[in-house]
Nanobody
Framework: QVQLVESGGGLVQPGGSLRLSCAASGNIFSIDTMGWYRQAPGKQRELVATITTPGTTNYADSVKGRFTISRDNAKNTVYLQMNSLKPADTAVYYC????????????????WGQGTLVTVSS
């Protein structure tokens, strides 16, 4: 059973920083893509950033230059460093693993985390 555990959300003032972490556990052999999405109240879930195994990254235009995604392949963990936070960044942030290979399982696995709330407010 593959599980994702997210941490690092909370309340921060505008201009502040937070670091989110998402650790995948279970009988995982590899994960092709790890990423972060977010969903603000009344809005659809949207891409924040993704990163592939070799380190290729993709960012939403709204976070470029402020957020940095990284991963530790040995720990099956993805991070999101968020700087210069704005009230518009307030949302529930969800971790995603995609095209994961699980030992003993057939095919690829996609799994979402439970979400962690980030609130940017003075």
């Amino acid at each position: 059973q593959v599980q994702l555990v997210e941490s690092g959300g909370g309340l921060v003032q505008p201009g502040g920083s937070l670091r989110l972490s998402c650790a995948a556990s279970g009988n995982i052999f590899s994960i092709d893509t790890m990423g972060w999405y977010r969903q603000a109240p009344g809005k659809q879930r949207e891409l924040v950033a993704t990163i592939t195994t070799p380190g290729t990254t993709n960012y939403a235009d709204s976070v470029k230059g402020r957020f940095t995604i990284s991963r530790d392949n040995a720990k099956n963990t993805v991070y999101l460093q968020m700087n210069s936070l704005k009230p518009a960044d307030t949302a529930v942030y969800y971790c995603l693993i995609d095209r994961a290979i699980v030992r003993g399982a057939v095919g690829y696995l996609e799994r979402w985390g439970q979400g962690t709330l980030v609130t940017v407010s003075s």
